[in-house]
């Protein structure tokens, strides 16, 4: 029996992704629930599953094609009987390369290298792990076919390289951190894959192909940059007693398993700045020249990834406690960076921060997100000379604030007050602890 998998809804709402690549290929027997493709929209990259067992018999789309929910993705002959196979009916090439499986000619120069050396773990013959993945190996010149996988289906994860990264040796050449950390040769793995090679040629010259996260995110920032008139002032914040009060309550939130972080403040602080000025809480929508004010504050956190930038959402961050915060910044984090976020986790931010304290970053310019029009840029907190309340020369600790807003809906005036009630949420959690 002949079964069509037509593309699914991914995503609430989501209409249309492109086929960034495929997971079987003609001939592939597959079970139900084995990924089958990778799908890449404007929020977020991820794998399809198959509703159907069976062997494939015809794939309707080459891979980077952009296809609308309901399209028809993958032909399966479920019942292994033959005769869907001979339906495909597309030109003669199709049955050529089902035998010898050649993608096109185009850039499988990756691919075929590394599947044929050693599947390290395959559900159909070949290396299974997303785009990023595999950009992210190529980058650090990881042999995928030497990576244990823990992937669902045996597919290899970033954690699954970055261990692997971690164990080898090899890593000591490229300009990597946890390198102390390790230094435990367990395993010798082939040496010759990675001695030293050409790590700067890669990024210094040539063309690459945008992967298709840098591309959405090319497309999202230029769009943005072009439509927004953005202003962003710059502030710093005296924040001794935020840091005393953290380092209080450190442990005891740690007890609970959750690492309170610097971050969780500012998504609190800013999200009670957002309900007092609402205007930062809000949409433009120039097609009819309204403003769109939003009731709830979903806080948009700016995570960085090794395939590049995404922007998961703490949803009601107005309404939860600066240790649940905590703890689904931490969540939504991990989902990111083992590619396991969801279209809905990405989706309805009214408010943005995007945090460079960790890179030792003071102020910057953020570009607004999405439909917002405001985002809160985060930077170091530093030593640094103040003049304490009884006008003496002291050492502070001082956070760095880049406020960026719309321009057409927030003037200068109003973008400093929030920023000042910002400060007095920060300076001192007592504070914000009778506000909010």
């Given at each position: 029996?002949?079964?069509?998998?037509?593309?699914?809804?991914?995503?609430?709402?989501?209409?249309?992704?492109?086929?960034?690549?495929?997971?079987?290929?003609?001939?592939?027997?597959?079970?139900?629930?084995?990924?089958?493709?990778?799908?890449?929209?404007?929020?977020?990259?991820?794998?399809?599953?198959?509703?159907?067992?069976?062997?494939?018999?015809?794939?309707?789309?080459?891979?980077?094609?952009?296809?609308?929910?309901?399209?028809?993705?993958?032909?399966?002959?479920?019942?292994?009987?033959?005769?869907?196979?001979?339906?495909?009916?597309?030109?003669?090439?199709?049955?050529?390369?089902t035998a010898v499986t050649p993608a096109?000619?185009?850039?499988?120069?990756?691919?075929?290298?590394?599947?044929?050396?050693?599947?390290?773990?395959?559900?159909?013959?070949?290396?299974?792990a997303m785009p990023s993945v595999r950009?992210?190996?190529?980058?650090?010149?990881?042999?995928?076919?030497?990576?244990?996988?823990?992937?669902?289906?045996?597919?290899?994860?970033?954690?699954?390289?970055?261990?692997?990264?971690?164990?080898?040796?090899?890593?000591?050449?490229?300009?990597?951190?946890?390198?102390?950390?390790?230094?435990?040769?367990?395993?010798?793995?082939?040496?010759?894959?990675?001695?030293?090679?050409?790590?700067?040629?890669?990024?210094?010259?040539?063309?690459?192909?945008?992967?298709?996260?840098?591309?959405?995110?090319?497309?999202?920032?230029?769009?943005?940059?072009?439509?927004?008139?953005?202003?962003?002032?710059?502030?710093?914040?005296?924040?001794?007693?935020?840091?005393?009060?953290?380092?209080?309550?450190?442990?005891?939130?740690?007890?609970?398993?959750?690492?309170?972080?610097?971050?969780?403040?500012?998504?609190?602080?800013?999200?009670?700045?957002?309900?007092?000025?609402?205007?930062?809480?809000?949409?433009?929508?120039?097609?009819?020249?309204?403003?769109?004010?939003?009731?709830?504050?979903?806080?948009?956190?700016?995570?960085?990834?090794?395939?590049?930038?995404?922007?998961?959402?703490?949803?009601?961050?107005?309404?939860?406690?600066?240790?649940?915060?905590?703890?689904?910044?931490?969540?939504?984090?991990?989902?990111?960076?083992?590619?396991?976020?969801?279209?809905?986790?990405?989706?309805?931010?009214?408010?943005?921060?995007?945090?460079?304290?960790?890179?030792?970053?003071?102020?910057?310019?953020?570009?607004?997100?999405?439909?917002?029009?405001?985002?809160?840029?985060?930077?170091?907190?530093?030593?640094?000379?103040?003049?304490?309340?009884?006008?003496?020369?002291?050492?502070?600790?001082?956070?760095?604030?880049?406020?960026?807003?719309?321009?057409?809906?927030?003037?200068?005036?109003?973008?400093?007050?929030?920023?000042?009630?910002?400060?007095?949420?920060?300076?001192?959690?007592?504070?914000?602890?009778?506000?909010?």
């Open positions: 029996m002949t079964e069509i998998f037509k593309m699914p809804d991914i995503g609430e709402g989501m209409a249309e992704g492109d086929i960034t690549d495929w997971l079987v290929k003609v001939g592939d027997v597959v079970k139900m629930d084995d990924p089958v493709a990778e799908v890449q929209n404007d929020k977020l990259m991820q794998e399809i599953l198959s509703p159907y067992a069976g062997t494939v018999t015809k794939l309707f789309v080459d891979p980077n094609t952009t296809v609308s929910v309901g399209d028809p993705l993958i032909e399966f002959d479920g019942d292994g009987q033959g005769t869907a196979a001979a339906a495909p009916a597309a030109p003669a090439s199709e049955p050529v390369t096109p000619a185009t850039a499988p120069v990756t691919e075929p290298a590394t599947a044929p050396e050693r599947p390290v773990v395959a559900s159909n013959g070949q290396i299974l950009h992210y190996a190529a980058e650090h010149h990881i042999d995928l076919s030497q990576v244990p996988a823990t992937g669902r289906h045996g597919h290899i994860t970033l954690n699954d390289v970055t261990n692997f990264a971690g164990s080898a040796p090899v890593v000591a050449a490229t300009p990597g951190v946890p390198v102390t950390e390790v230094a435990q040769p367990v395993q010798p793995p082939v040496p010759e894959a990675a001695p030293a090679p050409v790590v700067a040629p890669t990024v210094t010259e040539g063309r690459q192909p945008m992967t298709p996260t840098r591309r959405a995110i090319a497309n999202a920032m230029s769009a943005q940059n072009a439509a927004i008139p953005m202003v962003t002032n710059f502030d710093s914040v005296e924040v001794s007693k935020l840091v005393a009060h953290r380092q209080q309550f450190k442990q005891r939130v740690a007890d609970e398993g959750i690492h309170l972080t610097y971050l969780a403040y500012a998504v609190k602080a800013l999200a009670a700045t957002a309900k007092k000025f609402p205007e930062l809480n809000a949409s433009v929508d120039m097609a009819t020249h309204e403003i769109i004010y939003h009731e709830e504050v979903n806080m948009g956190i700016a995570v960085n990834a090794p395939a590049g930038l995404y922007v998961p959402v703490v949803a009601n961050a107005d309404a939860k406690s600066i240790t649940v915060i905590a703890k689904e910044i931490a969540e939504l984090a991990d989902a990111v960076r083992n590619g396991t976020i969801k279209p809905a986790q990405m989706k309805g931010s009214t408010i943005t921060i995007s945090n460079l304290g960790s890179a030792r970053g003071t102020w910057f310019t953020p570009i607004i997100n999405g439909s917002d029009v405001a985002i809160l840029g985060l930077g170091s907190i530093l030593k640094e000379p103040i003049v304490n309340e009884n006008g003496e020369l002291a050492v502070g600790q001082n956070m760095k604030l880049s406020l960026t807003y719309d321009h057409r809906l927030i003037d200068g005036m109003l973008g400093q007050t929030a920023m000042n009630y910002l400060k007095q949420l920060l300076a001192d959690p007592a504070y914000m602890l009778m506000e909010v």
